[in-house]
């Protein structure tokens, strides 16, 4: 039974920086792509970021690049997505996404398991 459950959102200044983890569990993960996503109220669920875990290609979505970093750690089957320099319109509940095919998709639907989402939440 796959599991994924991400942690570290909370509460930060505009400016500041947060690091959001995903452990995952259940299947070996070296063929899949792993996606952060994120919905704030009232809006869809859009692309954050995705990294290919086998070899550690990244992609990013344009309102995210230069400021956020995905990266994994193979040894503890974990994906991160470092957040500098944020801003309040990333507000929302950011959700960690596994995706059973090698190539990066960028639509939610595309994505075969989700965690249950943690609250980032940008003050100005």
């Known amino acids: 039974q796959v599991q994924l459950v991400e942690s570290g959102g909370g509460l930060v200044q505009a400016g500041g920086s947060l690091r959001l983890s995903c452990a995952a569990s259940g299947r070996t993960f070296d063929n899949y792509a792993m996606g952060w996503f994120r919905q704030a109220p009232g809006k869809e669920r859009e692309f954050v970021a995705a990294?290919?875990?086998?070899?550690?290609?990244?992609y990013y979505a344009d309102s995210v690049k230069g400021r956020f970093t995905i990266s994994r750690d193979n040894a503890k089957n974990t994906v991160y997505l470092q957040m500098d320099s944020l801003k309040p319109e990333d507000t929302a509940v950011y959700y960690c996404?596994?995706?059973?095919?090698?190539?990066?998709?960028?639509?939610?639907?595309?994505?075969?398991?989700w965690g249950q989402g943690t609250q980032v939440t940008v003050s100005s």
């Open positions: 990294i290919k875990w086998r070899n550690g290609i990244t």
């Open positions: 996404a596994a995706d059973s095919t090698i190539v990066i998709f960028t639509n939610p639907r595309e994505y075969d398991y």
